[in-house]
C-alpha cells in the first residue's frame, strides 16, 4: 500500500518536473528579506507574472540559526534550495546589533563563496541626477583584501589591520570580470588599483589582471590608479566602462557610481559565486520607518531581477520589463516618493505590469 | 597708529616663525600698505629676502614651478627659492640628495614642491622617496582646500571644503610581505597618538578658521579596531570642543553624499587611503587637479603643493598644464609667511583671470597654453616692478 502511494507521489513529482522542463520554467530561489523587502518582492513578483517570464519562486528565509558546533550559518532548507535552483533574488536583510551573529550578508557570501559582486550603473532617464551619461559596471572582488577581518591590537594604542590579496583570488575575478566583457558585448576593462603605494599586494593583483588579459585579446585593457579614477570619474563618468578592482576600493567605488545615477534606491546588485551560484540583490536598507506602507519603491530589486533574467540568458523578457520600469520612470506620472512623485508602491506597480501587458 | 599695529603683529610673526630671517625686520618701522587701503606705492623693499626650498618634481612640476616663479619675479616678491632635484623615476633620487632637501628644511622651514613620482617597480624598499620625505619631516597633517572658483561653473557650485587627511600612517605603512607564495599581507597601522593628533589639528584649524562643523570620515563597521580606534579618538577631542559639531561618516556613504549633496559638510578629517579617495573626488568636482591647492604641516614645517598630487606625465613638454592650483598654493605660502601683500595680489590676478574666461587651460574647456596663462596672470597683477 505505502509502495503504490509512494510510487504515485514520485511519479507525480517526475511529471511535475517534466512539465516545468518541457515549458523551461526555471525555479529561484527568493529571499524577500526584512522591513520593506516582502512588499518589493511581491512587487516584484506581480511584474514578472505580467511579463509572463518563466520563472517559478521559491521563497525561503534567512534568519540566522546556531548549527552544531555553535556556529551561525543560514537555515538548511534556505541552502539546499539556493544549491539546487543557483540563482537567487534577495531584498535588504537587517543586521541586529545586539544579536551576537556575524552580518548575513557576510554569512552568505561565505557559504556559497560568492566571489564577484557587479553592480551595473546606468543613468536612468526619467531621474534626473547631475550626472547625465553614466554607462558602466563596477565588479569587485569581495572575498578578501581589506576586508579579511584579520585585525591585531599590537600594543596598547596601536592597531595594525591586515590586507590580504591571494594570486587565486584576483585570476578568478580578472577572469569573471573578461567574460563578463564578453558576455555583455563591452569594449574595454580597467583594472583599478594603488600599486604606486601598496607595491606588493596591488601589485600582485595587477599582475594577475595583466595575465588573464592576454587571454582575452578581442576586450581592451587599460589599468588606473583609484586617485585617478575618482578624479575622472566626477568630471566625466562617460570615459569608463567595466572596472574590477580589490574589495574596498570597489566599495567605495560602486557606492560613488550608484551616488551619480541616483542613489541605492535605484541601483541593482548582483553576487556571483562559485559553483554556478549567483544571488541579485538590492543594497539598500530595509527602511523599517516606510515598511508595511505601501510607499516603498520597487526599482531597484526589479533591476536586479532583470540582471538575474540576462544572467540565466532570458534577454528577451528583461529587455522587456527593464523598458516598461524605464518608461513609468521616465513618464513621471505615477512615481513613489523617494522619486520624486506620491504615488503608492502598489500603483508604481501596476502602471509597470500595464506597460509590459501593453507591449504583448 | 598702523605702525604700531603693525609692530605688533610682526613680533608675534618673529615669534612663530623662529628661525626664519626675520629678525631685520623687526627693526624697521615699515609703512606697508596692508590690503584694506589700497594705496598705489609699492611696499618698501625688505632688505632680506625669504628662503623657500623648492622640490620641482616629475612630470610636469618643473613647468609648474617656472610658472610660479615667472609670477613672483613679476610682483616682486622678495622669496628666493633653493632648488633641489629629487626624482625617483628619473634616476635622480639617492639618499644624500634627500638629506640634501632635509637640511635645506630645516634651515628654511618652507617649502614648495610638485609631486615625486612613485614607479610601480620597486628595488628594496618599499617605500616611495615621496613616503619618506614625509616621514622624516614629520609632516603629518595634509589639508586640502576645495573651492569652487568664480567664473567657472561645474555641476556643483559655491563649494567650499576642507579636507584634512593624516599623511604618515595607516594604509601608506609600505609593511608588505609574501608570507606564502601568491599570497600577499598588507599591513595598515593605525595608532591612538597619530588620530588624536590629527583629529586635535582638524579641531584647532576649525576654530582658527571659523568652521562651524568637522566629519570623522571611517570605515568602522568592518575594520572595527583600527578605524574604531581613529573613530574613538576623533570622539575624545570632539569633546574639548564644545562649539564645533562633530559627527561622522562611513567613507561609501560619504563618497556617495559628495556627488549627490556635498553642501552638507564642512571639514573633513579621515586617515591616509580614504583622505587620497576624497581629496581627488572633490578636485573633481571642482574642476580638477588643476585648481585646488593644497598644503602638509608637521609641528615645525609647511610644504605647499598642489591639492590633488599627479605627476601628469602626459602633459610634459606640451604646455597644457594648469598653473592655477600651484599659484593659489604659492599664495597661500606667502600669507604663511606673513607677505599677506603679495599673497592677495597673486591669488587676486589667478581668479580675476579666470573669472574673465578669456585665457583658461585644456582642463578648464579652453585653449590657452600654460604660458599664455601665466602672462595673464602677471598682467592682471595689482602692482608692477618696471
Known amino acids: 500500500f505505502g509502495g503504490k502511494t509512494w510510487y504515485i507521489k514520485v511519479s507525480f513529482t517526475c511529471l511535475k518536473g517534466k512539465y516545468l522542463e518541457e515549458l523551461n520554467i526555471q525555479t529561484v530561489t527568493l529571499i524577500p528579506g526584512d522591513g520593506i523587502g516582502p512588499e518589493i518582492s511581491t512587487a516584484v513578483m506581480k511584474i514578472f507574472e505580467a511579463a509572463k517570464a518563466p520563472i517559478q519562486w521559491e521563497e525561503r528565509n534567512v534568519t540566522a540559526i546556531k548549527g552544531p558546533g555553535g556556529r551561525w550559518m543560514i537555515p538548511p532548507e534556505a541552502k539546499e534550495s539556493m544549491n539546487k535552483n543557483k540563482i537567487g533574488l534577495k531584498g535588504p536583510l537587517k543586521t541586529p546589533i545586539a544579536a551576537g551573529h556575524p552580518s548575513m550578508n557576510l554569512l552568505l557570501r561565505k557559504t556559497f563563496d560568492l566571489y564577484a559582486n557587479v553592480r551595473p550603473c546606468v543613468s536612468i532617464e526619467g531621474y534626473k541626477t547631475p550626472y547625465t551619461d553614466v554607462d558602466l559596471v563596477t565588479i569587485r572582488e569581495n572575498t578578501e583584501g581589506e576586508y579579511s577581518g584579520i585585525e591585531h591590537l599590537i600594543v596598547d594604542g596601536v592597531v595594525q589591520s591586515i590586507k590580504l590579496i591571494t594570486e587565486e583570488a584576483s585570476r578568478r575575478i580578472a577572469k569573471y570580470a573578461f567574460e563578463y566583457a564578453r558576455n555583455n558585448q563591452r569594449t574595454s576593462v580597467t583594472a583599478v588599483h594603488k600599486a604606486n603605494i601598496m607595491r606588493m599586494s596591488d601589485g600582485l593583483f595587477l599582475r594577475k589582471c595583466r595575465e588573464v588579459a592576454e587571454n582575452y585579446k578581442d576586450v581592451k585593457f587599460t589599468e588606473m590608479y583609484l586617485d585617478t579614477v575618482c578624479l575622472n570619474m566626477v568630471q566625466d563618468p562617460s570615459h569608463f566602462d567595466i572596472l574590477v578592482m580589490p574589495n574596498l576600493y570597489g566599495d567605495i567605488l560602486s557606492d560613488l557610481c550608484a551616488g551619480l545615477i541616483g542613489g541605492l534606491g535605484v541601483t541593482p546588485s548582483g553576487n556571483i559565486g562559485a559553483n554556478g551560484v549567483a544571488i541579485f540583490e538590492s543594497v539598500h536598507g530595509t527602511a523599517p520607518d516606510i515598511a508595511g506602507k505601501d510607499l516603498a519603491n520597487p526599482t531597484a530589486l526589479l533591476l536586479s531581477a532583470v540582471m538575474m533574467l540576462r544572467h540565466m540568458g532570458l534577454h528577451g523578457h528583461a529587455k522587456k520589463i527593464e523598458t516598461a520600469c524605464f518608461d513609468t520612470i521616465r513618464d513621471e506620472k505615477v512615481l513613489t516618493k523617494d522619486l520624486g512623485g506620491n504615488a503608492k508602491c502598489s500603483e508604481f506597480t501596476a502602471d509597470i505590469c500595464r506597460r509590459v501587458q501593453d507591449m504583448d | ?386
Open chain 2, 1 to 386: 597708529m598702523m605702525a604700531a599695529t603693525l609692530r605688533g603683529s610682526l613680533v608675534t610673526l618673529a615669534k612663530g616663525l623662529s628661525g626664519a630671517r626675520l629678525q631685520p625686520l623687526c627693526t624697521r618701522s615699515l609703512s606697508v600698505t596692508s590690503s584694506q587701503n589700497v594705496s598705489e606705492s609699492p611696499p618698501a623693499r625688505a632688505d632680506s629676502t625669504f628662503k623657500v626650498t623648492m622640490v620641482p618634481g616629475d612630470g610636469v612640476g618643473p613647468e609648474l614651478m617656472t610658472a610660479v616663479k615667472e609670477v613672483f619675479k613679476a610682483a616682486d616678491v622678495p622669496v628666493e627659492f633653493e632648488e633641489f632635484h629629487l626624482s625617483e623615476v628619473q634616476n635622480m633620487a639617492s639618499e644624500e640628495k634627500l638629506e640634501e632637501v632635509l637640511s635645506s628644511m630645516k634651515n628654511n622651514r618652507v617649502a614648495i614642491k610638485g609631486k615625486i613620482h612613485t614607479p610601480m617597480e620597486y628595488k628594496g624598499e618599499l617605500a616611495s622617496y615621496e613616503m619618506r620625505l614625509r616621514r622624516k619631516l614629520d609632516l603629518f597633517a595634509n589639508v586640502v582646500h576645495v573651492n569652487s572658483l568664480p567664473g567657472y561653473s561645474t555641476r556643483h557650485n559655491n563649494l567650499d571644503l576642507v579636507i584634512i587627511r593624516e599623511q604618515t600612517e595607516g594604509e601608506y605603512s609600505s609593511l608588505e610581505h609574501e608570507s606564502v607564495s601568491g599570497v600577499v599581507e598588507c599591513l595598515k597601522i593605525i595608532t591612538r597618538e597619530k588620530s588624536r593628533r590629527i583629529a586635535k589639528f582638524a579641531f584647532d584649524y576649525a576654530t582658527k578658521k571659523g568652521r562651524s562643523k568637522v566629519t570623522a570620515v571611517h570605515k568602522a563597521n568592518i575594520m572595527k579596531l583600527g578605524d574604531g580606534l581613529f573613530l574613538q579618538s576623533c570622539a575624545e577631542l570632539a569633546e574639548l570642543y564644545p562649539k564645533i559639531k562633530y559627527e561622522n561618516i562611513i567613507i561609501d556613504n560619504c563618497c556617495m553624499q559628495l556627488v549627490q549633496n556635498p553642501y552638507q559638510f564642512d571639514v573633513l578629517v579621515m586617515p591616509n587611503l580614504y583622505g587620497n579617495i576624497i581629496d581627488n573626488l572633490a578636485a573633481g568636482l571642482v574642476g580638477g587637479a588643476g585648481v585646488v591647492p593644497g598644503e602638509s604641516y608637521s609641528a615645525e614645517y609647511a610644504v605647499f603643493e598642489t591639492g590633488a598630487r599627479h605627476p601628469f606625465a602626459q602633459a610634459v613638454g606640451r604646455n597644457i598644464a594648469n598653473p592655477t592650483a600651484m599659484l593659489l598654493s604659492a599664495s597661500n605660502m606667502l600669507r604663511h609667511l606673513n607677505l599677506e601683500y603679495h599673497s592677495n595680489m597673486v591669488s587676486e590676478a589667478v581668479k580675476k583671470v579666470i573669472k574673465q574666461g578669456k585665457v583658461r587651460t585644456r582642463d578648464l574647456g579652453g585653449y590657452s597654453t600654460t604660458g599664455d596663462f601665466v602672462r595673464a596672470v602677471v598682467d592682471n597683477l595689482r602692482h608692477r616692478t618696471v
